[in-house]
């Protein structure tokens, strides 16, 4: 019987013939020393057929056939009508086909197979990368490094404003303590002595208040700054501006970034937070480095410099990192923020995982194991014994199916469970009486053996009460006898 060989190459599909098996009688060992050598190989393995891709599009769905197609051996036989096998024989003819495969293509040029490998592996890869748009975690790690960033340089340069413009009206400080209200103010007052009443309503409108509006007018008046040349007051004014764009496109950031993370890792948000969320992920490297990490290292992740210091100096490792953040970890006692880091870090990279490897994008097991947390921070605190895991997790999974167990919708229903608790009463007063009936059946049948046998040991019990009554007074007898004897020996 001829054995074909398939092997699937870059460049096309290639079906080779090794003829000769009854003769070497499928020794896999001479199959092995032959390889290496083309002349000896070329005698057992000749090409039978060749069927060259028509494009490299078609050459990336047949790599993609061939990889992820899980019943590719009954394709094949269907074309072919041939059927399938596979054992160490036919791989050390696949490795010799796979090694001299440029020699028994006549038209293929030295060089052509190896451009085919590259750009196939390439555009392999980048479909692989491109597979699904929405879930590139490296936007994340972009917007949270660049909020970040907005946040140190607001803070900067609002501070800036401050001191700059309080040197014109040094009084505005003490009344609007927000920086972005007061680049707002700064802006649009300019010039303190040119405010009057006419500008009661601009003030309000920015401000919210009518009465702080009406003590900035009557601070202005009575105000201690210096005056400000026109030319000042234009860069005082334009920097104001630059601030509050800066502090506009820092909320817009912040939109990006919970939207990005809805869509990369729902559940993680719902557990802990957007930012810090996208804070554990920027620091991991990526979502699915997070998924690997161990919760004990996801506990501790942001605090390595603590944690290495305390490793040298033989001191306390640190309890908590980046997920100190977190309001968790703030409402939790001083006892129990240790406990609350570990079993916080230990849901985190429940939903961490269940966002790396979950196809469909859902927030129930985020929401579920929020309420995990929240359940157990009343267990330190009033001592309310939570749910179990496994509770927790069926109920996550039947609300992303869209199944409820009739059990559940009893207990929403006030209706049902009542008839459900009063039904097991029912149950359990039929068992007592059942038992009862049972018990009487017994006695009835039994009684006089009963009472045979209770009769039999009252009256062992008194024969016993008898002889030991009669024991002490044959021992007062015996020491009577043994005094007399006595008393006569003495005499």
């Known amino acids: 019987m001829a054995l074909y ?82 054992n160490e024989f036919v791989l050390e003819l696949l490795r010799g086909v796979r090694l001299h495969f440029d020699r028994f293509i006549e038209n293929l040029k030295p060089g052509d197979l190896e451009k085919a490998q590259l750009g196939l592996g390439h555009s392999y890869s980048r479909a692989k990368v491109k597979f699904n748009v929405n ?15 907005l946040d140190k340089d607001i803070n900067s340069f609002a501070m800036r404003v401050r ?39 601009g003030l309000t409108d920015i401000v919210g208040d009518e009465d702080k509006a009406k003590e900035i007018i009557e601070a202005a008046k009575a105000s201690m700054g210096q005056d400000l040349s026109p030319i000042d007051l234009i860069n005082v004014k334009q920097f104001a501006q630059r601030v509050m764009d800066l502090a506009e496109y820092r909320k817009k950031l912040y939109d ?33 480095n997070l998924a690997k990490c161990p919760s004990s290292t996801l506990q501790i992740l942001g605090a390595e410099k603590a944690l290495f210091r305390a490793l040298k100096t033989r001191g306390n490792t640190p309890k908590y ?46 929401e579920k194991l929020r309420q995990q947390v929240e359940e157990r921070l009343d267990f330190y ?5 939570p749910r179990k895991n496994i509770d927790v997790m069926k109920s996550a999974i039947e609300s992303v199916d869209g199944k409820e167990d009739e059990p559940a919708a009893a207990a929403v229903n006030g209706e049902e469970h009542e008839e459900t608790k009063t039904e097991k009463k029912k149950k359990k007063k039929e068992k007592r009486k059942l038992d009862g009936e049972e018990e009487q059946e017994t006695n009835g049948v039994n009684g006089s053996n009963v009472e045979d046998g209770t009769a039999k040991k009252k009256k062992k019990k008194k024969s016993k009460d008898e002889n030991m009554e009669d024991v002490p007074a044959i021992s007062e007898g015996k020491k009577k006898k043994k005094k007399k004897s006595r008393t006569e020996d003495s005499e």
């Not at 605190?381 to 014994?385: E, I, N, P, S, T």
């Open 5 to 86: 060989v398939l092997y699937e190459s870059a460049s096309g599909y290639g079906l080779f013939l090794a003829h000769g098996i009854d003769e070497i009688g499928q020794n896999t060992e001479a199959v092995r020393s032959s390889v290496d050598d083309l002349n000896r190989f070329g005698k057992v393995v000749k090409l039978a057929a060749f069927s060259p891709y028509e494009s490299a599009l078609d050459a990336l769905n047949q790599c993609n056939a061939v990889s992820e197609e899980p019943k590719l051996g009954s394709h094949i036989y269907e074309v072919t009508k041939i059927p399938c096998q596979s």
């Open 135 to 149: 879930r590139v975690d490296n936007m994340v790690i972009q917007a949270i490094f660049l909020l970040d960033t």
């Open 163 to 201: 001191e700059w413009y309080s040197w014109h009206f040094p009084e505005l400080v003490k009344i609007v303590n927000d920086n972005y209200l007061y680049a707002k103010v700064a802006k649009y007052v300019e010039d303190k002595s040119q405010l009057s009443e006419d500008n009661l309503s």
């Open 256 to 288: 990006y970034l919970v939207a990005k993370m809805n869509d990369i890792a729902p559940n993680l948000a719902a557990l802990i937070g957007e930012v810090v969320g996208a804070r554990l992920i920027s620091h991991a490297g990526s979502l699915t």
């Open 321 to 366: 990192g980046l997920i100190f953040h977190s309001s968790f970890i703030g409402r939790a006692s001083a006892r129990n923020k240790g406990r609350m880091a570990r079993y916080l870090a230990n849901k985190c990279s429940i939903a961490s995982r269940i966002d790396c490897f979950l196809e469909k994008n859902t927030t129930a097991f985020g």
């Open 381 to 385: 605190d009033k001592g309310v014994a």
